[in-house]
């Protein structure tokens, strides 16, 4: 397989009364404060933050200036510089989709925290997709998912950095695994165990997986406690995300 093609993949958040009237006459003022308090609270607008997306160009050097983002299936307004911007609330599931020309649509799930935060939905041009698929003997099959997942481990600063030698297992039928691992001619290897390297990015590819709800289960290296999903404090076995065919759908695992 040539180097080219497999750069493609590897580029790659309870009121009780009483008898005595005083006692009722209380009762009923404390219980209409409560509901006044119940209708603030439920008509309060939720905390907000600050979000961009960045489109994770696979491959590099693509012509995405006709890409459109959207979070939430609201679209996005696009920055000079490329990315766009947009708001969620806190602590909430995101997805965030990207499309253009001649791309697989990039589909990217996590989750909000309380502060900014970007989103990198991946971006992967049909003919490469194709050409990968050949190379592999494995043609594409747009009735099933293309499923991405990096690993990082983030340290006391906060700093996150790609994270080898952890094992990504899925609960629902795929092709192939393969890792990014460009310590080897070609840079790629059957396998569902992550590297570390910058530019083999601790990345595993699920290829034709069936689309759906499925589960996630991570081995992690000694020394990691445990791992959750991008970016909250949401454990990987504690959400079940649903994958979608015909695109190409991205999650980031994050440890700890």
């Known amino acids: 397989m040539s180097r080219s093609l497999i750069a493609a993949l590897t580029a790659l958040t309870a009121f009780t009364g009483c008898s005595d009237k005083g006692a009722i006459d209380t009762a009923d003022t404390e219980e209409t404060a409560d509901t006044d308090t119940a209708d603030t609270e439920e008509t309060a607008a939720p905390a907000m933050i600050n979000l ?3 489109l994770d160009d696979i491959v590099g050097g693509a012509d995405l200036s006709a890409a459109t983002a959207s979070l939430q299936g609201e679209a996005l307004t696009r920055n000079a510089d490329g990315t766009f911007s947009g708001t969620a609330p806190q602590s909430t599931l995101l997805t ?3 499309s253009a020309p001649g791309f697989m649509e990039g589909v ?3 989750f909000s925290e309380d502060v900014d935060m970007y989103l990198f939905p991946p971006m992967l041009d049909l003919n490469t997709r194709d050409a990968i698929s050949a190379a592999l003997g494995l043609p594409y099959d747009e009735t099933k998912a293309m499923l991405m997942i990096r690993a990082y481990l983030r340290d ?6 790609a994270l080898g030698g952890l094992t990504i297992d899925i609960d629902a039928p795929y092709d192939i695994a393969l890792t990014s691992d460009q310590r080897t001619p070609g840079g790629l290897v059957p396998s569902n165990t992550t590297v570390s390297d910058a530019q083999s990015r601790a990345q595993i590819t699920f290829i034709n997986v069936v689309a759906g709800e499925i589960g996630v289960t991570v081995t992690a290296p000694e020394g990691v406690e445990y ?3 991008y970016r909250d404090e949401t454990r990987v076995d504690e959400w079940r995300p649903t994958i979608e065919a015909g695109v190409l759908n991205s999650l980031y695992v994050i440890c700890y």
């Not at 006391?156 to 950095?161: D, Y």
């Open 52 to 54: 961009t997306v960045e």
């Open 227 to 229: 791992c959750t999903w």
């Open 108 to 110: 990217m799930q996590g």
């Open 156 to 161: 006391e600063s906060g700093q996150a950095s």
């Open 96 to 98: 965030a989709r990207a």
